[in-house]
């Protein structure tokens, strides 16, 4: 990526002792080691640039891309859930609360 990068959220991965993470940026997401090296050859794509990003305790991530909420898998990547709501409001971030 050549210019500025739009970092979103730098997630520890389950069951890695915190050696894994997965660096959201832009419309994508990598796995990386803390050394930097690639722990998996899975790329997250969120195929539009989403305004923020949150990882839920159910092992998911979330992204808001305008009108929609995209629910992934922090494992495999694998697109599980899209919720649509009615107001295109900015939101700053997004998180987890009890549970929701």
Known sequence: IQGTIRP??????????????????????????????????????????????????????????FFFFFLRSVETGNLEGVFMHKKAQKLKFLCERNDK
């Open 8 to 65: 979103h959220a730098i997630i520890i991965l389950p069951n890695t002792s915190g050696m894994e993470l997965l660096l959201t940026y832009e419309d994508e997401g990598i796995y990386i080691d803390i050394y930097g090296h690639f722990t998996k050859e899975t790329v997250l794509q969120w195929g539009e640039m989403p305004a923020s990003v949150a990882y839920l305790q159910s092992n998911q991530v979330m992204g808001w891309v």
